[in-house]
C-alpha cells in the first residue's frame, strides 16, 4: 500500500508541477512575443545581423568539407519525378563534398507547395526551422519570413560566392530587401506557357495561337471536333488561379499587370473585368471534369490528345520528358508574347537552424554553376545563373534560356513573387470561387478587397 | 453524492480522516482541472483575443480591431460556400446516419443469425482513421473509376458524362457525406441496438399479446422509447458534422470553387498557409460557438436529468 | 418466460419478410466492406496493373510490391515509406493511452466516490472539452508547445493528447465507478482504508474493464487523430502515421496502389485491436454518447 501510494503521489506530483510549469510559461508567452517582434528591427542593423552569418560563412567555406558531420535538415515540396529528381542531383553533388553529412531530404507532398508550405510555416512559427528551405523569390520571403525576422541574411555569401555578379540584376531586385540578400535563387522557372498537342493541331490544321483572338478561334475548331480545347486540373485551386493569372498578364501588359501589386493599377478597373470576361470565356472550353484532376492529369489529357492545348508552368515540360512523350509544341500564352511570367525557386537560411554550417555549404552549391546545372535540367527549368546553361537542356529550356534574355520580366503571383503569402491565398481563394460562379463582378469586388486588405497592412 | 451521505452516516473517529481525504480528493483531480481550465478556457480566450486583433501577417501585431474580423470573414466567398457546405453536410449526414443506423438496429435485433458478424462489418470502420476512409473514398468516387464503373455495367451510369461526386459543384460535399456516412452510421446503430435491447420484452410481449402489429409496436412503443438516443445521435453526429476536418482533407481537399470546403480547413489553410491568424482565430471562434449552441444545451440537460435521478 | 416458445416457433419460419431482412443486411455489408475490397485488391497489384477503369478486377498476378513501397520507400520513385511513421504512432499512442488511462482512471473515483462542492458543476465543463472545435485552441497551443520546447516532439503530442483526453477518459471512468456500490467504498473506510488506500485495494482491482475500454478509445483515437499531428509535429522524422500517409496520398506522383498499400497499414493496429477487443471498443464509444 505505501508503495502504491508514492507512486500515486508522485504521479499527483508531476502532472501538477507540469501544469504549474505550463501556466507559468503560458505567461512568459506573451513577453517572448514581444521579443520575436523586435528581431526585425534588430535585422535591418546590417552589423547586429551580419555578424553571426559572417562568421559563420567563414567557418564554412574554410572548414574541410570531409571534416564536416552531423545533418542538413533540408525542406522542399520537391517530391515528382523530375523536381525530386534533381534535388537527388544536388544531394550526390553535396555529399561528395561533406560526406559524413546526412541530409534529412524534408520533401512535403501537395501541389505548388501549398501543403508544404503550411507544414513550414507552423514548423517557424513553432520555433522548429529545418536548416535550409526552400522558397519563392519574391515577396512570398519578404514580406514572411524575412519581415518576421526568422531569416539569417545572405550578404556575406553573395559577396564571398561571387553571387552578386552570377545572377542578372532582375533577380537580385527580386531575392534582396532592406538592402539585403535573403535566398539563394537555384532556377527560374516561367508561368505562361501554352503547350499543344503537336499532332492534334496538324490533324485540324491549326498553328500555335498567339493572341486570345487565335487562341479562341483554334479553341472552337477544336471543340467542333470533339476535342477538348483547354485541358485544365484545377483539383488543387492553383491551377485554375495561375490559369487567370497569364490572363491577366495577357490582357492587361507587363506594366499594368505589374501596377496591380504595387497600387499602381487599380484592380476595379476595365482591364481587370477584361481579364475576368477573357477567363470566363476560357473556362467555357475546358474539360467537364477538370475539378477531379491534377495539373498533371490534365496533362495527361493532353498527351492522350484527349485535349488540344493547357496553360501551365514550364515544369510540364519535366512530366512530359517523365512520360516519354515528345510530340508537344509549345509558345507563350495568350497576350503574352515577349513576356516572362517569372518565378524562381530560392533557398534559404532559418535563423536557428541546427547546422548552419551545413545549411551555408548547400547554399553555396545551390547559387553555383554546377549545382544549378546538375539541377535544372532535370527539374526542367533554366539555371538563374548568366553563366550557367551548359547542361543536358533539352529544346524547351534552350528557347527558354534564349527568351529569359530577352524578354521582359513580371513576377508570379501564385507563385510567390509579386504578393505576400496572404494575397496570394486570397487571390487564389477568389479565383477559385469564379471558376463555379463565373460572377465577374462579385470576384473583382473580392479581388479589390483582397488587393485592400493586403497592401494596407504591408 | 452518494458518497457523501454515506460517509456522514459514518462513526465520529473517522471524520478527521474524511477530511483529509477529501484534502487529498481535491488534490487528485486539480492538476486535471487546472489542465482544462488553461487548454480548453484560457486557450478558447486567447483565441477569441486573436481574433479580435489585426494579426494577419507572419508577424503578431495586437492592434484591437473590434469585430472586423468576423465582418470580413462573413463577406469572403469561400467562407459562404463553407457555411452553405456544412450545413449541406450536417443535414444529409445526420439524416442518412440516423435512417441506416435505425434500420439497421432494428433488422439486427429480429434474432439474426450471424449477427454478431454483420455488426462488426457495420462497425469497423469506426476503428480506421478519417484520413484512410477520405484515401479509399477518393478512389471509388473519382468520376472515371470506382462506384461509377458499376454503375455503368448495370447500365445506370453513362461513362462518357459520369457523375461527377466530389468533383461536381452542385453535390461535391455530399460526395464527402456518403464516405462519412460509411465511417459513422454504424455508430448510429450501436446506440440504437443497444436502446433496443434496452427495452425490457415483456413490454413487446404484452403489446404482441393486445394484439398489435409489428409495426405498431415499432411506432407506438420502440420509437418514442429510442427518442432520448436519437437526440444523443443528432448531437454527438452534429458535432462531428461540424468539425469535420480530416476527411475532407485528405479526400477532397477545399476542391475547385469550393465545393468541397468546410470551416475547419479554411481555418487550417489561412492560418497556416496564408499567415492570417486573426481570421483563422475568427473562423475557430464561429465554429465555436455554433458547436457550442449544440452541445452546452445538450450537457445541461444531462447534467440535470442526473441531478433529477 | 413466455418469450422462448414464442421465438422458436417464429424461428423456424422462412418468412418472405425474413428473406428481406437478410437480403438488406448483406446488402449493407457489401456497401461497408467495398473500400476494402478495393485497398485489398488494388495493393495487390503491380504498378503495371494499377488502372482506373479497371479498378474492380482482381489482380492477375499476385505481388506485394505496393506494400513494399507503401512500408520501405522507393528512392526511384521517391515515395517515402511509412515504416518510421508507423513506429512513431506506436512511440505515440501507447504511452498517451496509458497515461491517460491513469488519469481518468483517478477523476473518475474522485468524482463519483468523493464528491467535492460544485462537482456538479466542474463536470460538465470537463465535458465540454470533449466537443470544442480544436481549431478554436490551436493557436494558443502551437504558441505555448514552441515555448516549452515540446513542439516537434512526439513528447509534446503525447502530452496534448493525454490533456485533451481528459474529458473523455474521466467520463468512462466516471461511469464505470458509478456501477461500483457505495457499501464497496464504506466497508473500505470502515476497514481504515484511507482514499488512497479504497483506490488501491478496492477499486483498482475491479478497473480492469474500465481500463481496458479506455486504453482501446485513447489507442485508436490517438493512432487516428491527425489535426493535432498534422500542427505540432510535421517533421516527416517523427510525425505520426496518419500525417505520414496524407502526405503519401496527397502527392500525385505516387500510384495510387501504394496509396492503398499505405492506407492499409495505417489501419491495420486499430483493425486488429477492434477485432480482438470489438466490445470493448464499443463501450468506449457508447460512453461518449450516453449520458454522463
Redesign the interface.
Known sequence: ?QK??RS??T??AL??M??????A??N??TS??AT??NT?AAAKTPAAANTPAAANTQAASNSNGSAATGKL?MFSWW???GE??GL?AMYKLYSKDRPNVEI????????AG??A???L????????P?DSFQVHMGHELL???V????VEPLDELYKSEGFDKAFPQGVLDIVSGNGHYWSVPVNIHRANVLWYNKKVFTDNGLTAPVTFDDFFKAADVLKAKGITPLALG????FA?AHLFETVLVGTLGAEAYKGLWDGKTKWDGPQVTQALNNFKKMLGYIN?????L?W??ANDMLIAGKAGMTIMGDWVDADYKAKAFTDYGWTTSPGTKGLYDALSDTFALPKGAKNKENALAWLKLAGSQAGQDAFNPLKGSIPARIDAGKGDYDAYLLSAIADWKKDTIVPSVVHGAAA???W???YT??V??F???LDVD??QK?LV?AAA?NMT?K | MEATSSVQASPQLGRRRFNFDRVIAIALIAPSLLAIAVFVYFFIAQTAYVSLVRWNDLLPDYTFVGLRNYDKLFQIERFQADMSNTLKFTVVFIFICLAVGLLLANLLDQKIKGEAIFRNIFMFPLAISFIVTGVAWRWLLTPSSGVNLIGSAIGIVDMKNPPGWFTDPKIGILAVAIAAVWQTSGYVMAMYLAGLRSIPDEIKEAARIDGATEWQLFRQITLPLLQPITLSAVIILGHISLKIFDLTKSMTGPGAGFSTDVPALFMFETTFSGSHFSQGAAIAMVLLVVVSVLIIPYLIYNFRSEVRS | MSVVPYEQTRRRRITPGRVVTYAVLVGFSIFYLIPVYVLVVTSLKSFREVSLDRMWNLPQSFSLDSFRDAWFGNEETSVSGLASSFWNSIVLTVPAALISAAVGSINGYVLTKWKFRGADVVFPLILFGMFIPYQSILIPLVQLMQNLHLYGSLWGLIFVHVIYGIPITTLIFRNYYAGVPTELIEAGRIDGAGIIGIYRYILFPISLPGFIVVLIWQFTSVWNEFLFAVVLVNTPSSQPITVALNNLAGSFSVAWNVQMAGALLAALPTLVVYIFLGRYFLRGLLAGSVKG
Open positions: 500500500m502504491h501510494n500515486v503521489m504521479l499527483v502532472f501538477a507540469i501544469t504549474m510549469v505550463l501556466s510559461c503560458d512568459n508567452s517572448s512575443n520575436t517582434s526585425p535538415e517530391t515528382t519525378g525530386s529528381a537527388k534529412v531530404n524534408q520533401a512535403v507532398a501537395g501541389a501549398s501543403d508550405k503550411a507544414v510555416k507552423s514548423r517557424m512559427l513553432g520555433g522548429d529545418p514580406d514572411g519570413y519581415a518576421a525576422g526568422q484545377d483539383k488543387v485551386p485554375s467537364s471534369d477538370h475539378a477531379a491534377t498533371d492529369q505576400k503569402d496572404g496570394a491565398t486570397a481563394d477568389s477559385n470561387s471558376v463555379t460562379s462579385k470576384t473580392a478587397q486588405d497592412s
